[in-house]
């Protein structure tokens, strides 16, 4: 079974500032993706960004960041220049890649809060 | 484009009364899924579609739980007999290719009373 990890249940963030937010996973299967979503209070979840387990690159999309590292079998997402409006809980999801096995399991969360 | 749409984004209902929740998926997405969201368990798969045919329910907590999906543009999720403890947000995903994205619905949050 796969599972997910984000030990920081809640984290403070200056407007401005970069935030880490840090994610393990625990799979056996060497095909997966890393997935991370945003939950604003208003409730939706939102997609971030993704990042494959053969992809060379850390993927990046505008100011969101993943720091991909596959030895430690860590995703952690990096915020830069955060806004007001990224106050938020931030899910970390995981797919392994086997056929008819399209399930996400997603981490607890971490609430991130900017501050002005 | 419109994302996923589902309805009713609320819904409060007494012990007993039957539930119907609805999702119509992104144009062009094969897989839907269902999820249900609660303080305790986090995020739960329920079950989920592939053009149209259901492939995995075992997220299904109970019999008292159906889905189904007549067609590609419509899914929706039934409680018969709703209990208290089913109360949480529901939400309906969907997704084009099975390795990547899913894209979520606003949710419907469900109160039983």
């Known amino acids: 079974a796969q599972k997910i990890t984000q030990t920081q249940p809640g984290m403070f963030v200056q407007e401005k500032e970069a935030v880490t937010l840090d994610c393990t996973y625990d799979t056996s299967d060497q095909s997966y993706g890393l997935f991370w979503y945003k939950q604003p209070s208003s409730g939706e979840m939102i997609f971030l960004i993704y990042q494959g387990s053969y992809d060379e690159q850390n993927a990046t999309e505008g100011r969101y960041s993943l720091n991909f590292q596959k030895a430690r079998k860590s995703a952690n997402l990096v915020i830069s220049a955060s806004q007001l409006g990224d106050s938020a809980m931030y899910f970390c999801?995981?797919?392994?890649?086997?056929?008819?096995?399209?399930?996400?399991?997603f981490g607890a969360g971490t609430t991130v809060t900017v501050r002005a | 484009d419109a994302g996923v749409i589902q309805s009713p984004r609320h819904e409060v209902t007494e012990m007993g009364q039957e539930v119907t929740l609805r999702c119509k998926p992104i144009?062009?997405?094969?897989?839907l899924f269902w999820y249900r969201q609660t303080m305790m368990r986090g995020l739960e798969l329920l079950i989920y579609?592939?053009?149209?045919?259901?492939?995995?329910d075992s997220g299904m907590p109970e019999d008292r739980f159906s889905a189904k999906m007549p067609n590609a543009s419509f899914s929706n999720l039934k409680i018969q007999p709703s209990e208290p403890r089913d109360s949480a947000v529901y939400f309906c995903?969907?997704?084009?290719?099975?390795?990547?994205?899913?894209?979520f619905g606003p949710g419907t949050r469900l109160t039983v009373l």
């Open positions: 995903a969907s997704s084009k290719d099975r390795l990547r994205e899913q894209f």
């Open positions: 999801a995981m797919r392994v890649s086997r056929s008819n096995d399209y399930k996400l399991s």
């Open positions: 579609f592939n053009n149209n045919v259901p492939i995995d």
């Open positions: 144009s062009g997405h094969d897989y």
